[in-house]
């Protein structure tokens, strides 16, 4: 049986489509299989970080709609067996999708695939709750500032009240210097903060972002600082 993490933020923009696809990457490469749905309906990012943007078919709302099989949407990557993208659809949820539709989704998929991975949407609001319907565990993405953090916190208190009890804390685009000299809030403070366990530190690089122009996860290329940083955040959350 599969297990299946929501990646979520408060703020837009913190990277959870980066951590998505490269948290994706480092459970590929271990010989996992794994199927990240991109359920940021009418902002649809996902299958561009894979360079799969040319293959998208079907979507998740295809599939949660039954216009297309659960196989059908699942696009597999150039370069992994058993990596799979599920592209969001083009316009937004005009309602017709259910949590319940959801939910039976993740089932379906944790019966065959190792890891099923959800990149929300930004926020607190119906996409939040839908996104996160079939989830076990969640990874919540937030920066070094205060306005993010603080909606990383309120997100929070969403995931526990929606019954997902088993949630970390990822801190994104950290820049050691502004923290050392006082300019953005210093770690102790961080996790003073947030409630979750914190699973990992990422900087911020501008590698990260070339990578994600190029459609190839930046995990795929072994023995960079990022890479080995990605592995060990990946052991955190799996022995947690
Ligand atoms: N550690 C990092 N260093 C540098 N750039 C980064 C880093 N993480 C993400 N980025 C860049 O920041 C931008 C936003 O990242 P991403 O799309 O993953 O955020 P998101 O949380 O999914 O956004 P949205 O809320 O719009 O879905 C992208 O241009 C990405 O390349
Ligand atoms: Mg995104």
Redesign the pocket.
């Known amino acids: 049986m599969g297990k299946v993490f929501l990646i979520a ?1 408060g ?9 998505a696809a490269n948290f994706g990457a480092t459970l590929a490469k271990r010989g996992n299989s794994v199927v990240i749905l991109d359920l ?1 309906l009418g ?1 649809r ?1 996902l299958d561009l ?1 894979f360079g799969l943007e040319n293959n998208v078919v079907y979507d998740v709302y295809d599939v949660l709609t039954g216009v297309c099989r659960i196989k059908q949407a699942l696009i597999k990557d150039k370069r992994f067996e058993e990596l799979y993208v599920m592209a969001a659809s083009p316009s937004r949820d005009d309602g017709t999708l259910t949590p319940l539709h959801m939910q039976v989704l993740c089932e379906k998929l944790k019966n065959t695939y190792d890891y099923v991975i959800i ?1 929300a ?2 926020g607190i609001d119906d996409g939040l709750v839908l996104s996160a319907a079939g989830t076990d565990e969640a990874i919540i ?1 937030t920066m070094p500032e205060y306005s993010a953090l603080r909606d990383a916190d309120t997100l929070d208190r969403e995931l526990l009240k929606l019954g997902i009890k088993n949630r970390y804390v990822v801190l ?3 820049i050691a210097e502004m923290m050392s000299s006082g300019f953005a809030p210093r770690l102790r403070e961080i996790t003073t903060i947030m409630r979750p366990p914190l699973a990992g530190v ?5 590698n ?2 070339i990578s ?2 190029l459609g190839v996860p930046i995990v795929l290329k072994d023995g960079t600082y990022i890479q080995e940083n990605f592995d060990k955040i990946t052991d955190r959350i799996l022995n947690a």
């Not at 990422?202 to 501008?206: G, K, M």
């Open positions: 933020s703020k837009g923009g913190t990277g959870k489509t980066m951590f940021d902002l990012n970080y990149d949407p930004s993405v994104n685009k950290v990422i900087q911020f690089d501008e990260i972002q994600t122009n």
